[in-house]
């Protein structure tokens, strides 16, 4: 490798671009245009060498009128630090110090680097460096963790080799996060792991990253961690660089978070007059006409695409679904809100406002602080009047026999008011013959809680697994889960007409401070889910009946682009 006489070490950033199955998408001219700037690299090399005097006024100046006309990264960064619950000041005087740093420690370099497949680049990240300087890998490792702090949902977190450990261990340190490692080699002797460390197979698992180009190495991690039954949905890296890797992870399920992007430090490096304009323009053109797609190993591994909810509908054997299926076609809303106000007489106002944009309504009949047949009544007139049905979230727990005295007697008579109805599947099978003898005869339905929204939850691995099986075990009557990440899981089901109602989903992610953690419709819909639950999201707005509005066309929009 080259770099305008420096010569780089071998790194992960050059031999990315040359692993299995990737296409770089370069247009016939960018290997002549990089080469043809060479020598006006080496100037901008000199410049910055020599900093200093009228030159370097001219062009800090240059610099700075570029920074002035970057409205739409200052755009960028505000939406970037409300996502992450920071003030745009703080985010931004943070960032700022971290990409002036990785440049002093020259972890990001420009001038014109031969890559090993023979490409010249502009900019070359060695981010290896940043071990000899702790300030810098801490600074690092924490702005990786704001970058994906209360959006990834993950019980261990893995690093990738060799640049990315340090980072996870100092992120791991710090936040007391479980972390373990993947081998690049796997011995031929020992244990042969290729992933060490102490884990479960179904636990979550944070990949963590140095950069992502194409995604290549992310999708050798990820096959290393499927392998050992690792669920990974979420990656976080330092640097993106907006080569078409976030795109590539997308397409095979995953989450890319990134503390910085390559438009990032340009902007910041420019604003401080360490890049000239023509230097910056060099990177994004060489960005712009090198991205990079990784082809799916085999026509299998591409996504399929999903049924609709017209053809789920058809599929299915039980009343309560197809009824739930066709309100959903109907209304072209798979949003349910979970009115989980205290107050019964404001429970019937929301769900006048908010009927319209509904399939569901979800209940928690024993918050409320009144209960009677007339309020019943009125539930059951206003899902009439709205078109949707309702599904109490009583999360049944208990021995067949008492289940069944909790369902149709009481207080609340939950049997003769609400559609469906969700179990726990802790006792194991005779809670859903209990709930059957009450239910079918009926045309109710039931969920089973296959997954929890909520931090630290122990619905995952092999127990979600069995609500699989007890649901194939009773078609007639188990209509769904409930669900956060059923792509992770879901294959195993055979079944196609079983619902996903997902609980846990807000416009902004973050937590609750409680243990809720949400996810955005967007994602929730990639990831499996049929019907998005949104409780504080709508009935705590402004406006609910507008805020119901705004999920019902983001979880349909999200539902359309999956088909
Ligand atoms: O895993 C679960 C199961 C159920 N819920 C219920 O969903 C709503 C969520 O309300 P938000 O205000 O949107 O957080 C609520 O009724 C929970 O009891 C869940 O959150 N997670």
């Known amino acids: 490798m080259q770099a305008s006489g420096l010569s780089a070490p071998r790194g992960r950033e050059t031999s990315e671009l040359q692993g299995r199955g990737l296409t770089a998408r370069r247009s016939a001219t960018s290997d002549k245009t990089t080469e043809g700037r060479s020598s006006s690299f080496c100037r901008t090399r000199t410049f910055r060498l020599k900093r200093g005097g009228k030159a370097a006024?001219?062009?800090?100046?240059?610099?700075?009128?570029?920074?002035?006309?970057?409205?739409?990264?200052?755009?960028?960064l505000i939406v970037r630090a409300q996502d992450e619950e920071r003030s745009y000041e703080t985010f931004w005087a943070e960032m700022e110090s971290?990409?002036?740093?990785?440049?002093?420690?020259?972890?990001?370099?420009?001038?014109?680097?031969?890559?090993?497949?023979?490409?010249?680049?502009?900019?070359?990240?060695?981010?290896?460096?940043?071990v000899s300087y702790p300030d810098v890998l801490r600074q690092v490792s924490e702005a990786m963790w704001k970058a994906v702090e209360n959006k990834a949902q993950f019980d261990v977190t893995c690093g990738v080799p060799y640049t990315a450990l340090p980072i996870a261990t100092a992120m791991a340190l710090d936040h007391n996060l479980k972390m373990l490692m993947r081998r690049k080699e796997v011995k031929d002797y020992g244990t042969k792991k290729a992933i060490e460390g102490h884990f479960s197979p179904g636990q979550r698992c944070l990949m963590v990253e140095d950069l992502v180009t194409s995604g290549m190495s992310v999708l050798e991690t990820l096959d290393a961690l499927n392998a050992v039954k690792l669920v990974c949905t979420d990656v976080v890296v330092l640097i993106d660089r907006q080569q078409g890797g976030k795109?590539?992870?997308?397409?095979?399920?995953?989450?890319?978070?990134?503390?910085?992007?390559?438009?990032?430090?340009?902007?910041?490096?420019?604003?401080?007059?360490?890049l000239t304009d023509e230097v910056v323009k060099s990177v994004q053109d060489f960005i712009a006409a090198n991205s990079v797609t990784v082809k799916p190993k085999t026509a299998e591994k591409a996504k399929p695409k999903r049924l609709s909810y017209e053809e789920r509908g058809a599929l299915a054997k039980n009343e309560a679904l197809k009824r739930l299926y066709q309100t959903m076609v109907e209304k072209k809303s798979n949003l349910s809100v979970a009115a989980d106000v205290t107050s019964a007489t404001e429970l019937l106002q929301i769900v006048d406002k908010v009927g319209p944009h509904i399939c569901c309504l979800k209940t928690h009949v024993d918050i409320l602080d009144t209960w009677n047949d007339e309020i019943a009544a009125s539930l059951v007139d206003l899902a009439q009047k709205h078109n949707f049905v309702i599904f109490e979230d009583r999360k049944f727990a208990d021995i067949g026999n008492t289940v069944v005295s909790q369902y149709s007697s009481g207080v609340y008579k939950i049997s003769e008011w609400s559609d469906i109805v969700n179990a726990h599947i802790v006792p194991g099978p005779g809670i859903v013959d209990g709930l059957k003898q009450v239910g079918l005869g009926k045309k109710k339905g039931l969920l089973l809680l296959a997954e929890m929204s909520s931090a630290g939850t122990m619905a995952k691995g092999s127990y979600t697994e069995e609500t699989v099986?007890?649901?194939?075990?009773?078609?007639?009557?188990?209509?769904?889960?409930?669900?956060?990440?059923?792509?992770?899981?879901?294959?195993k089901c055979k079944d196609g007409s079983l619902v996903h109602m997902t609980p846990g989903i807000k416009l902004q992610r973050g937590g609750d401070g409680l243990g809720q953690q949400y996810n955005d419709p967007k994602s929730a819909i990639s990831r499996?889910?049929?019907?998005?639950?949104?409780?504080?999201?709508?009935?705590?707005?402004?406006?609910?009946?507008?805020?119901?509005?705004?999920?019902?066309?983001?979880?349909?929009?999200?539902?359309?682009?999956?088909?």
Not at 103 to 116: H, M, P, S, T
Not at 251 to 273: C, F, M, P, R
Not at 475 to 481: A, L, Q, R, T, Y
């Open 57 to 76: 006024a001219a062009s800090t100046a240059r610099a700075s009128a570029s920074w002035k006309s970057g409205r739409k990264f200052r755009t960028r």
């Open 98 to 130: 971290l990409v002036l740093k990785l440049y002093e420690i020259e972890a990001v370099k420009f001038g014109n680097f031969k890559l090993k497949s023979g490409i010249f680049s502009p900019i070359y990240l060695d981010l290896r460096v940043i």
């Open 247 to 274: 795109e590539n992870l997308k397409s095979h399920g995953l989450n890319l978070y990134s503390a910085l992007t390559i438009s990032e430090i340009l902007d910041i490096l420019s604003k401080h007059g360490k």
């Open 469 to 491: 099986k007890i649901a194939e075990e009773n078609p007639d009557f188990v209509i769904g889960f409930i669900s956060v990440n059923p792509n992770s899981w879901a294959k």
């Open 528 to 563: 499996g889910s049929d019907i998005l639950i949104v409780g504080r999201g709508v009935y705590r707005a402004e406006d609910p009946k507008l805020a119901a509005q705004e999920y019902q066309k983001a979880g349909w929009e999200a539902y359309l682009s999956e088909l």
